[in-house]
């Protein structure tokens, strides 16, 4: 059975950064993308970054050029490094892996941007 796990959520000021991290376990394979989406209280999960396994990413323009992406195809990880933190980027942040088994996700963290 595949299981996605979060990392790295928490509390952070304003302006400040977090890196999450997404690992998968149990045997899972030909991932095809591997990708981070986030939803607010009151508001519908959104997509943040995504990234193939050729390593092209695309980002939500909302977290363009303060968001960065990377994958480890090796390891089935896949990291969000977040800078330049705003308040409405407080969410709970989820992973996603799409794979020819199907498609998972991550149970969620929560990142907070308060000072």
């Known amino acids: 059975q595949v299981q996605l796990v979060e990392s790295g959520g928490g509390l952070v000021q304003p302006g400040g950064s977090l890196r999450l991290s997404c690992a998968a376990s149990g045997r899972i394979f030909s991932i095809n993308v591997m990708g981070w989406y986030r939803q607010a209280p009151g508001k519908e999960r959104e997509f943040i970054a995504s990234m193939t396994s050729g390593g092209r990413p695309n980002y939500a323009d909302s977290v363009k050029g303060r968001f960065t992406i990377s994958r480890d195809n090796a390891k089935n990880t896949v990291s969000l490094q977040m800078n330049s933190l705003k308040p409405e980027d407080t969410a709970v942040y989820y992973c996603?892996?799409?794979?020819?088994?199907?498609?998972?996700w991550g149970q969620g963290t929560q990142v907070t941007v308060s000072s």
């Open positions: 996603n892996f799409g794979s020819v088994q199907g498609n998972f």
